[in-house]
């Protein structure tokens, strides 16, 4: 099959590498020419475990091409993958100029039938708009629209593309459905066919509850501090319950990244916009923003009072295995302790290149012990496999006085405490 993905951001080239990967021939546009250049040339500009091998073996395959001319892989392919960014807007709104521009420029130069697919996370009822953008220019040559939603995480993307647990497929024509269902036939997952609309809220439902999760075991780690019990020990007595699932129960400083608190608050926004007040997701942002203020406060209450202490933040991004630190809880906290005149030394092993986009008032440091030095607290802020690594006498023997706030619950109380360390984590 041929396809063309409009928009090479993360969603964008991930997809493009695994369908050519599954035998199609792919197409990736962006009009950032830079990014295609550099595309082309075989460098990645993400951080994505596996995707660089996957384009290279894209690339010498011949399936994996690179563009910045629109039109040309539009007209060129019978599949239009529309995966450019719907950033939030200030109100909380997902901004679609780009999808809606990107439709139209679509409409201009398409010469024969093609499916065009949103793949970007939309607000249901896009696909209408979609429909209606398209139709006002395109008069003589039929077109299907398809929601077909991702479900990729950062850091696992390509093995998510791989083995999803469902595919999602909203459509409404057989022609369309037929072609859909040829695409990912190379992959042996359960298809879900739904009207448009469903699909559209199948994506930010899905977001939403795995929020709603994170949410509700962050509000119980607050009980569990209160009552003194263990919020480890009843996440894995709930989690079993099949019903309930072990995953998305790791209570910590809450979620962040490119796609829960845009979509999260995407989804209130439409469902206000539609009628209905969604209060329970207001309370899962609400407790998210509390986790970070949280953090701060264990932080106070061990140190007491935080001008001109020096404190070494381990970990940056908003989770392991990415550089990302969109949205990452990190920002909210390094900039608290920054208006309360603490120095920080932090070390990520992946994100301290765009940490410097965001602060140059701190100290980067090349590995945790580094960032342990001379200081009065440590706090773990994504919970990297190395940081569960350290040698964690020899961490001690770099600051000023042992003590360790733990955002990610890594490390075991009682050794802590053994080690010598005030230890603070989160609902134990
Ligand atoms: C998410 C969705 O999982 C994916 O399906 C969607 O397409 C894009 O958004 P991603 O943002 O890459 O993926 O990260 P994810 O692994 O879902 O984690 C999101 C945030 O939740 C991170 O900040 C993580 O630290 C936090 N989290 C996750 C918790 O705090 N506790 C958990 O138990 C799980």
């Known amino acids: 099959m041929k396809l063309c993905i409009i928009g090479s951001g993360h969603v964008g080239l991930v997809s493009g590498a695994c369908f050519a990967e599954i035998g199609h021939r792919v197409i990736c546009v962006d009009s950032d020419r830079e990014k ?11 951080y994505e475990p596996g995707l660089e091998e996957l384009v290279e073996k894209g690339r010498n395959s011949g399936r994996l091409l690179f563009t910045a001319e629109l039109s040309k892989a539009v007209r060129d392919s019978d599949v ?36 065009i697919v949103e793949k970007s996370t939309v607000p249901v009822e896009t696909g209408e708009w979609v429909k209606q953008t398209l139709q006002r220019n395109i008069h003589s040559v039929d077109f299907d629209v398809v929601s077909n939603p991702e479900f990729l995480r950062e850091g696992t993307a390509i093995k998510d593309f791989m083995e999803p647990d469902r595919i999602v497929i909203g459509v409404e024509s057989e022609r369309a459905e037929k072609i859909m269902r040829e695409i990912y036939a190379p992959l042996s997952s359960p298809i879900v066919i739904t009207d448009i609309k469903s699909a559209e809220i199948i994506k930010h439902a899905g977001n939403s509850f795995l929020a709603l999760k994170i949410s509700y075991i962050n509000a119980i780690a607050t009980i569990c501090e209160l009552a003194k019990a263990d919020v480890e020990k009843v996440a894995a007595g709930i989690g079993l319950d099949k019903r309930i699932g072990a995953s998305f129960l790791k209570a ?11 979509d999260i608050s995407a989804f209130i926004d439409i469902a206000g916009e539609l009628g209905y007040d969604f209060e329970l997701l207001k309370a899962v942002e609400n407790i998210n923003k509390v986790q970070r203020e949280k953090i701060v406060k264990k932080l106070r209450d061990v140190l007491w009072t935080l001008n001109n202490k020096t404190v070494g933040i381990l970990g940056l991004s908003f989770k392991p295995d990415t550089d990302d630190m969109r949205e990452a809880p990190s920002i909210y906290i390094v900039n608290e302790l920054q208006k309360e005149g603490v120095s920080i030394r932090a070390y990520d092993p992946a994100a301290i290149e765009n940490a410097k986009r965001i602060w140059n008032g ?6 945790a012990y580094e960032a342990a030095e001379g200081c009065h607290a440590i706090m773990i ?4 496999r190395e940081f569960q690594e350290l040698d964690l006498e020899k961490v001690k023997k770099q600051m000023i006085q042992p003590v360790v706030i733990d955002g990610r619950n890594i490390y075991e109380p009682v050794k802590m405490k053994k080690l010598g360390f005030t230890y603070v984590s989160i609902g134990r």
């Open 36 to 46: 295609i250049e550099k595309l082309s040339n075989g460098v990645i500009p993400i």
């Open 80 to 115: 239009i993958f529309v995966a450019v960014g719907t950033p939030p807007m200030p109100d909380g709104k997902a901004d679609l100029s780009y999808v809606e521009a990107v439709c139209r420029e679509i409409s201009e130069v398409m010469d024969s039938y093609k499916i």
């Open 252 to 262: 910590g400083i809450g979620y962040g990244g490119s796609c829960f608190p845009k």
């Open 362 to 367: 701190i100290t980067y440091c090349k590995n």
């Open 381 to 384: 802020l994504t919970e990297w």
